[in-house]
């Protein structure tokens, strides 16, 4: 369970900086769109992506997210992470309604995967490093 001072931070926020385990077992970082469902950090991404595949074979991402203006508060949530295929349409269309601004696209499982696209879903397992949030 994750602070109410770190969800309401990641419910106001839209994009962070996920890492992943790359083969080699260096670092791989991306700046993703986010959508905060429960406990658990969701992306939509390709499946031939890069992160996808890390996540897929190593099973753990971390997100860090940062606000846009001073004192620019952050926090940086871990833990547990899959690739999910299945039943992903409903919260893939509220994700890019938060990234467009508009209201939820009509999707389907079948349409999202003609598009290739899948969802990573990183359970917080650990919420840490959390600067200047709004006090609770």
């Not at 926090?75 to 508009?102: C, K, M, P, W, Y």
């Amino acid at each position: 369970m994750i602070a109410p001072s770190v969800r309401a931070f990641l419910e106001a926020e839209r994009a962070g900086v996920l890492s992943t385990i790359r083969p080699d077992g260096r670092a791989r970082q991306s700046v993703v769109y986010f959508l905060l469902e429960g406990d658990h950090i969701l992306v939509s991404t390709e499946s031939k992506r890069g992160k996808a595949k890390d996540v897929e074979r190593s099973g753990w991402a971390s997100l860090c997210v940062m606000g846009r203006e001073p004192p620019f508060p952050s926090v940086t949530v871990e833990g547990a992470a899959a690739l999910r295929v299945n039943q992903i349409a409903d919260h893939t269309a509220r994700l890019f309604a938060r990234i467009s601004g508009d209201e939820p696209p009509e999707l389907t499982d079948e349409l999202l995967a003609g598009m290739d696209r899948v969802l990573l879903d990183v359970e917080i397992g650990r919420a840490y490093g959390a600067s200047y949030l709004p006090a609770e």
